[in-house]
Structures are given as structure tokens and as C-alpha cells.
């Protein structure tokens, strides 16, 4: 396991270094978006490895069953994106790209809420109430700084208006859900592993926040990097890391 520690941190090193380094090229984009779908692969063959270690009748195998779909579904995404953006030099949004990221979405929060119904364990109310609150005033300034100026922009369609608003709204389901399973899982070696799972999704909730409030703002750079490019790789690599520990820690226990 130690080995895999080393591995990600390397792959984290040098991603930003080619994104610092490159910053000037005028194909930085095409190389952040392949570092974007290399990285995505890495959580779902191990994913995967674990979900093939199933029976079918154990009610972990449909967790995990939801979290390799809408992980697969985030690289197709990010592959059709890389596409349009790397290859084809065009603006992805709004494109076929966004078909595969929603339904991820659908599947990801499908897998969370299974897993924090399989654990027999009660949050203490002052958790559960805090990130209720933080949650509600999150909600509130991202409805206030995104919500408000994208349904009232003129120049966007409808379609354009649907699909803005439904990346923060199923982010912040997203967030919600992966900051009440960081609240279960402190101790034990499978509760690490889905620990590291919750916060690699926090990582890709609050880079596509970030992300749709820098490209409502026209200020996301489109040839240099920002550091809103390294929470989805942060992401990518604790889901990773996560799933792997999980399937060794299984194996031990067993």
C-alpha cells in the first residue's frame, strides 16, 4: 500500500509540474486534459477490482456496482471533453461531454447513500445539524453568486441555463452526502478506506464549484493552469487510494 502512496503523490508532482512548466505552450490544454483522463482511469479499475470481488448476493457488490458506473461514466465525460477541448480546439460547453457527467452524477449519489445506510452507526447531532447549516448558507451564496446571474443571463439558452444550474445544485447533493460518510468513518481500517473515498469526492464537488464560478466570472484560464485543475486530480487520486486500501484491508480481514 505504501507503494500506491508513493505512486500518487509522484503522479500529483508531475501533473503540476507539466501544468506550471507548460503553462506558455499553446497545447497546454490538450496536455491537461489527457493528465484529466489518465488520472480518472486510475479510480475505476480499482473500483472495478473490488466490485469483481463480490457475490452477488452481498449488498456491498450494488455500492459498488453505482460507484464504477458513475465513475465510468466521469471518464467518458472527460474523454469527449478532451476530445472537443484537446484535440478539436472548440468549446466543449455546452457539448456530448455533459450527457455522461450528469447521469455520473445520478449514480454517484445512488452510491453514497448506499453505503451510509449500510453502516449501523448514528452521527452525533451537533455533526449532522452542522453540516446542515453549512450546507444551507453554501447553498444560499452559490445560488446567490451562480443561480440568480445564470437564470436571468439572456444570451444563454435554455438548455445552456439547465445544464449551469445542474452542476452546482448536484454538487452540493454530492457534498453533502460524502461530508456525512467523513463523519462515520474516522477509525478502522474499511472505514479509512471509505474516508479517503468521501473526501476524493469533496475534492471533485468543490472543484466543480470553483470551476463554474471562474467560468461564470470569464476568468478561468484557457492557456495557462489555475489551481482548480489539481482538486480533480486530488480527487481522482484519494478515490483511487481509497478503493485500493479498501480491497486490501477486505482481503486481510477476511
Request: hydrophobic share 60%; glycine share 6%.
Given at each position: 500500500m505504501n507503494a500506491l502512496y508513493v505512486f500518487a503523490v509522484l503522479f500529483f508532482v508531475v501533473s503540476a509540474a507539466i501544468h506550471i512548466l507548460l503553462s506558455e505552450s499553446p497545447r497546454v490544454t490538450l496536455y491537461s486534459d489527457l493528465i484529466a483522463?489518465?488520472?480518472?482511469?486510475?479510480?475505476?479499475?480499482?473500483s472495478l477490482y473490488i466490485f469483481s470481488y463480490f457475490e452477488r448476493e452481498n449488498p456491498e457488490k450494488m455500492v459498488w456496482l453505482a460507484l464504477v458506473v458513475g465513475l465510468v461514466?466521469?471518464?467518458?465525460?472527460?474523454i469527449v471533453w478532451l476530445y472537443y477541448e484537446g484535440l478539436m480546439e472548440i468549446d466543449p460547453f455546452p457539448?456530448?461531454?455533459?450527457?455522461?457527467?450528469?447521469?455520473?452524477?445520478a449514480f454517484m449519489i445512488a452510491a453514497l447513500v448506499l453505503q451510509y445506510k449500510t453502516v449501523n452507526v448514528k452521527l452525533e447531532r451537533i455533526y449532522t445539524v452542522g453540516i446542515a447549516v453549512f450546507m444551507v448558507i453554501l447553498g444560499v451564496i452559490i445560488a446567490f453568486l451562480l443561480g440568480y446571474p445564470i437564470a436571468i443571463y439572456e444570451e444563454f439558452t435554455v438548455l445552456e441555463k439547465v445544464i449551469s444550474m445542474f452542476y452546482p445544485t448536484a454538487d452540493l447533493f454530492l457534498l453533502y452526502i460524502a461530508l456525512l460518510i467523513t463523519g462515520l468513518y474516522w477509525a478502522g481500517k474499511l472505514g479509512y478506506s471509505w474516508l479517503l473515498i468521501a473526501l476524493g469526492i469533496v475534492f471533485y464537488a468543490v472543484g466543480d464549484l470553483w470551476f463554474a464560478y471562474l467560468e461564470w466570472l470569464e476568468i478561468y484560464?484557457?492557456?495557462?493552469?489555475?489551481?482548480?485543475?489539481?482538486?480533480?486530480i486530488i480527487g481522482d487520486l484519494l478515490v483511487f487510494l481509497g478503493a485500493a486500501k479498501y480491497r486490501i484491508s477486505f482481503e486481510e480481514l477476511v
Open positions: 483522463v489518465v488520472v480518472a482511469v486510475l479510480p475505476v479499475i480499482t461514466l466521469w471518464l467518458v465525460g472527460e457539448s456530448l461531454a455533459d450527457a455522461p457527467w450528469m447521469l455520473g452524477y484560464p484557457e492557456v495557462a493552469w489555475h489551481p482548480v485543475d489539481f482538486t480533480w
